[in-house]
């Protein structure tokens, strides 16, 4: 018996390495935590590799790491003053140190201010007069790892050697799910973690993302990819795109990039509806200004809930109230972040989420439409003599840098493209109309040796 197991192991391994090992589509875990509400990429990083999780900001140029929590890696390295890096860093300085060698202490050696960016500083009000600086800090290359893929499930990891992450302190990471260590940012930037994987593997500019909600499975990424993305049983999610293209905001908004354009994504959103009914609001908001970068409609997986100008949540909110009155639902008392929420009894819950309102974003005059069902617009609230569901999108403020944010909760269960080679933006329909969900990429493998 014991020579036939050992024929078929062999076989396997001969068929599968030299497949794997060619592989240059990659994948990553996406977990949602629950209690930030915020989504991170699980990855390996260093010498020896040590699993990290990851912090997942779709517009962030450049990724960042704690370099001051036991940075323990015979990989790292600093970047070197007048070295190609040193480039993207054009308004560093260049510094050196005389303690011993560390992650943080380097002769000659870029130091920049400019990274690392909280996800935030992006939406922030700036005020040039009251500008706040941050520290400077040291940039390092890592060893990176993900898992190959052939689109269907994971394969062996493979090193993304010298990617480039600005080093954090500890304290950067308040605000963030308590088991990242950093941030991955997929930004189009070309030092982002996207581009810096088709840049060393040759591969597509492409990059698409699938958010979970549910606690029972995670959530995927795909690098350097244009598909397949096979979800169980057998769904190919990459079928069913719809594109419109990405438009890019020539300004960024925080203060300390304020001569580079913005990595985040934008679409190009031309009308709201809410089944019949359309959302009057003033579009001109969504102009891109040309000093402060505010305006359009962007895409971020740094924010839970959509975000709309006050102007356009109002006219939103009071659409789909009425829209929701016609389904008999009970207007309740609102809980925060949340404006409008309803009684839990009066929502009929489906395989798809509750029955409510339908709402369609509208690109290209109509003739692109994101249809987004009740998983995508609303939100249970469930506890102690509590049981509500909101309308999961908030009142962003007056004056906000972007006017209209498609948050996480939106994205959840759509298939998400970003193709950087014809700068268009894929989305799927909703997984779970195709008998699927964004938590059923299959990641067990029989092959993840390093
Ligand atoms: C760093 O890692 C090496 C190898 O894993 C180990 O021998 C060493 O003790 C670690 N050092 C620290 C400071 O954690
Ligand atoms: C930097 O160079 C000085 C002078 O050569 C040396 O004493 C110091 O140890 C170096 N620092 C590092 C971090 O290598
Ligand atoms: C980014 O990379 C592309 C392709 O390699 C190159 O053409 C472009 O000049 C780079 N952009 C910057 C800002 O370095
Ligand atoms: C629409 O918004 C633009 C840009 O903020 C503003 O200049 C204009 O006055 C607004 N129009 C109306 C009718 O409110
Ligand atoms: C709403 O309630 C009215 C009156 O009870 C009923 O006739 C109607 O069918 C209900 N509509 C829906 C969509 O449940
Ligand atoms: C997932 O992949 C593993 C290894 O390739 C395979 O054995 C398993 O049957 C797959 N599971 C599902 C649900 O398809």
Aim: aromatic share 12%.
């Amino acid at each position: 018996m014991a020579t036939p197991l050992f024929f078929v192991f062999f076989t396997f391994s001969l068929l599968s390495f030299p497949f794997f090992s060619l592989q240059t589509a990659f994948i990553a875990p996406i977990h949602k935590d629950h209690n930030s509400l915020l989504y991170s990429i699980s990855v390996h990083v260093k010498t020896p590799l040590r699993p990290a999780n990851l912090h997942l900001d779709l517009g962030g140029a450049f990724s960042w790491i704690d370099c001051y929590n036991h940075y323990n890696s015979s990989s790292y390295r600093l970047v070197k003053c007048n070295s190609p890096l040193s480039d993207s860093f054009n308004h560093g300085v260049c510094g050196s140190c005389i303690q011993a060698p560390t992650p943080t202490c380097g002769n000659d050696t870029i130091f920049t201010y400019v990274y690392p960016e909280k996800p935030s500083i992006r939406d922030e009000y700036v005020d040039y007069l009251n500008a706040k600086l941050t520290d400077s800090e040291n940039v390092v290359t890592d060893v990176l790892a993900l898992s190959t893929t052939d689109g269907s499930r994971s394969g062996s990891l493979r090193q993304v050697s010298y990617m480039p992450f600005a080093c954090v302190k500890t304290n950067f990471l308040r605000g963030l799910a308590r088991n990242v260590i950093g941030l991955a940012a997929l930004g189009r930037a070309n030092e982002s973690i996207p581009l810096t994987i088709s840049a060393k593997f040759n591969s597509p500019r492409i990059f698409a993302i699938c958010l979970s909600g549910t606690r029972l499975g995670s959530g995927v990424a795909f690098f350097g990819s244009k598909g397949p993305y096979i979800f169980s049983p057998n769904v190919d999610l990459s079928k069913s795109l719809i594109y419109t293209p990405l438009l890019f905001n020539p300004q960024s908004g925080s203060i300390y990039t304020n001569w580079l354009p913005s990595y985040e994504y934008y679409i190009g959103l031309s009308a709201i509806r809410i089944n019949n009914e359309v959302v009057r609001f003033n579009t001109s908001l969504l102009q891109f200004e040309p000093v402060h970068g505010r305006g359009g409609a962007k895409i971020s997986t740094s924010t839970t809930y959509a975000l709309l100008q006050s102007s356009i949540y109002r006219a939103f909110a009071m659409a789909f109230m009425k829209e929701a009155a016609r389904l008999n639902f009970t207007l309740a008392n609102a809980v925060e972040p949340f404006g409008v929420c309803f009684e839990g009894s009066s929502v009929e819950m489906t395989a798809a989420g509750p029955r409510a309102p339908v709402v369609y974003l509208e690109m290209e005059k109509g003739k692109v439409v994101w249809k987004l069902g009740g998983r995508n617009s609303m939100v249970r609230i469930k506890k102690l003599g509590v049981d509500l569901w909101c309308l999961g999108y908030v009142n962003g403020g007056e004056f906000p840098r972007t006017p209209i944010v498609i948050g996480g909760l939106q994205m959840e269960d759509h298939l998400l493209q970003f193709d950087l080679e014809k700068y268009r933006f894929g989305f799927s329909s909703s997984a779970l109309m195709q008998g699927t969900s964004c938590s059923k990429f299959n990641f067990s493998s029989s092959d993840n040796f390093l």
